[in-house]
């Protein structure tokens, strides 16, 4: 078999084909921030190589957070904002922010004008690095839905993609040739940041106390993360992934409650990327073997991230006998134990393990659930890459 771009071999492996040998496309975003100083495409692409993995990129994600500035998750949109300004995209709403900092924590009080009504937030932010990681999420002191009466509100703080990043997309496509494949990972909508809205207790709370408040916010973002994506795929994208790690088993949902709330927003998003005949790809870096039956069934066209026990509770094994041939996989290796705590041994008997699982006929890529530590050895990285190889190359007659 000849040797494959890096490009024809993700998308032989992600249409359920066989490349020349198993892809190996870590998540190694945390780890290039911590060690190159920047996690731009440009940074990505480089360590990528370095180590011979084959680049999947995620496009704008930790660089800009977002192809439309997301003020629900982020204060300032993401760490760059558009020609407008800051909220500057946001035309009718008039925003107020103060900001205290702290030794530990930036505090940033925010109210939002809009035409339909008043929302005020509360966001406290830990600071890199000083006890809660390499990059902390932030905590809803005070949710910016509190209510039905707010969801009016809530509404106008949705702006439409930058145009400077969509433009962006056919730029980087050209640059990246088939050195990489270019993933459209928005994470505005509810399984990622969306959830924001309310707040992780409080949208958990409404499930029960007030379903329809919960539906509401989930149908608002649901609407803006449509729209992305729309602007990512008539731009050439070929892959979507979409992270829904926020309606996880892990976070505390039962399979009913995600089979009546957030399977039709799944099902949403798989039509309109099958509608530009792009792949879909459900992430989730937690637990979620009971919703996988539900995922196939939505039409998603692979499944990543396929956490191992016990940080997640998926077998490998058993979900390629199982589903297999219905959807491609990508994930498999505990960013953890496998490499935060792991060696070179481990490493490679995890490997091994792995293709042995899932990597028989092909439609298997091998990587992480989430991203790698900035704290890990190049010297692992290198043998994931060696081991693969190794393990993972085809023949005519596998």
Same mark, same amino acid.
């Given at each position: 078999m000849s040797q494959m771009t890096s490009r024809e071999r993700l998308l032989t492996a992600l249409k359920g084909g066989m490349p020349d040998h198993v892809p190996v496309a870590?998540?190694? #975003?945390?780890? &290039?921030?911590?060690?190159? *100083?920047?996690?731009?495409?440009?940074?990505m692409l480089a360590a990528a190589e370095e180590f011979e993995f084959d680049p999947l990129l995620q496009l704008f994600v930790y660089t800009y957070n977002n192809i439309s500035n997301n003020y629900i998750y982020s204060p300032g949109g993401g760490q760059n904002f558009s020609v407008d300004g800051m909220y500057g995209d946001l035309k009718v709403v008039d925003v107020e922010v103060r900001v205290e900092n702290r030794t530990d924590y930036v505090w940033y009080h925010r109210t939002f004008k809009t035409p339909a009504g008043i929302l005020t937030d509360i966001i406290q932010w830990a600071r890199p690095d000083?006890?809660?990681?390499? *990059?902390?999420?932030?905590?809803?002191?005070?949710?910016? &839905?509190?209510?039905?009466?707010?969801?009016?509100?809530?509404?106008?703080?949705?702006?439409?993609?930058?145009?400077d990043l969509v433009a962006d997309i056919p730029l980087i496509k050209k640059e990246c040739g088939d050195r990489a494949? @270019?993933?459209a990972c928005d994470c505005l909508h509810f399984g990622a940041w969306g959830t924001e809205a309310l707040g992780p207790e409080n949208m958990l709370i409404a499930s029960v106390a007030e379903p329809e408040l919960l539906k509401s916010v989930c149908r608002i973002v649901n609407d803006a993360h449509l729209k992305n994506l729309?602007?990512?795929?008539?731009? $050439?994208? =070929?892959?979507?992934?979409?992270?829904?790690?926020?309606?996880?088993?892990?976070?505390?949902?039962?399979?009913? #409650?995600?089979?009546?709330?957030?399977l039709p927003l799944v099902k949403e998003a798989v039509a309109l990327t099958h509608h530009y005949n792009a792949i879909y790809a459900y992430q989730d870096d937690g637990k979620m073997k009971d919703i996988i039956p539900l995922v196939v069934e939505? *039409?998603?066209? +692979?499944?990543?991230?396929?956490?191992?026990?016990? +940080?997640?509770?998926?077998? @490998?094994?058993?979900?390629?006998?199982? %589903?297999?041939?219905?959807?491609?996989?990508?994930?498999?290796?505990?960013?953890? %134990? #496998?490499?935060?705590? $792991?060696?070179?041994? #481990? &490493?490679?008997?995890?490997?091994?393990?792995?293709?042995?699982?899932?990597?028989?006929? $092909?439609?298997?890529?091998?990587?992480?659930?989430?991203?790698?530590?900035?704290?890990?050895?190049? =010297?692992? @990285?290198? =043998?994931?890459?060696?081991? &693969?190889?190794? %393990?993972?190359? %085809?023949?005519a007659n596998t």
């Open positions: 870590p998540n190694i #975003t945390r780890w &290039v921030r911590g060690n190159r *100083g920047c996690c731009c495409l440009r940074h000083m006890g809660y990681g390499d *990059g902390p999420n932030p905590h809803r002191v005070e949710p910016l &839905v509190k209510s039905e009466e707010d969801l009016k509100a809530f509404s106008f703080l949705f702006p439409d993609p930058r145009r494949l @270019l993933a729309k602007a990512y795929l008539e731009n $050439g994208i =070929e892959f979507v992934c979409d992270s829904w790690f926020q309606c996880s088993p892990s976070t505390g949902w039962s399979p009913t #409650t995600y089979k009546n709330i957030f939505a *039409g998603a066209d +692979v499944l990543s991230g396929l956490q191992p026990p016990d +940080v997640g509770d998926v077998n @490998l094994a058993d979900v390629k006998k199982q %589903y297999g041939s219905k959807v491609a996989l990508i994930g498999g290796l505990d960013p953890c %134990y #496998t490499f935060d705590r $792991g060696n070179v041994k #481990t &490493v490679r008997d995890c490997v091994k393990q792995a293709i042995k699982d899932a990597g028989g006929d $092909g439609g298997f890529v091998i990587g992480t659930a989430e991203a790698i530590a900035p704290s890990v050895s190049s =010297e692992l @990285l290198r =043998e994931l890459s060696n081991s &693969v190889r190794k %393990y993972g190359k %085809y023949t």
